[in-house]
Nanobody
Framework: VQLQASGGGLVQVGGSLRLSCAAS????????MGWFRQAPGKEREFVAA????????KYADSVKGRFTISRDNAKNTVSLRMNSLEPEDTGVYYC???????????????????WGQGTQVTVSS
């Protein structure tokens, strides 16, 4: 699976962005998908995840209520809608794919097999 993330940019505090991740291959619906982010000097952290069917989602506490993850298995895409952005949301955002049709979304880095190249999100105050 190859992943291509897009949609990052520069936005003011309180603004919104929508990230998209396009996946290659015909078995997209066999993967759980997730978004992670990495700020300068910090470790990559979990942001949001969605299971293979889209029926179940999970979010980091820091983004709960502001971010929404969704997927379209017919189009092989996963999206992350980000509202009420804060400076702490700044970082490189990565989409990832983890093998398996599990009911629960995957939360940890080691559960993911494939990673996109990342897209920069900068929130200015």
């Amino acid at each position: 699976v190859q992943l291509q993330a897009s949609g990052g940019g520069l936005v003011q505090v309180g603004g919104s962005l929508r990230l998209s991740c396009a996946a290659s291959g015909r078995t997209f619906n066999r993967y759980g998908m997730g978004w992670f982010r990495q700020a300068p000097g910090k470790e990559r952290e979990f942001v949001a995840a969605i299971n293979w069917s889209g029926a179940s989602t999970k979010y980091a506490d820091s983004v709960k209520g502001r971010f929404t993850i969704s997927r379209d298995n017919a189009k092989n895409t996963v999206s992350l809608r980000m509202n009420s952005l804060e400076p702490e949301d700044t970082g490189v955002y990565y989409c990832a794919a983890g093998s398996g049709t599990y009911s629960n979304p995957l939360r940890t880095i080691h559960e993911y097999d494939y990673w996109g190249q990342g897209t920069q999100v900068t929130v200015s105050s």
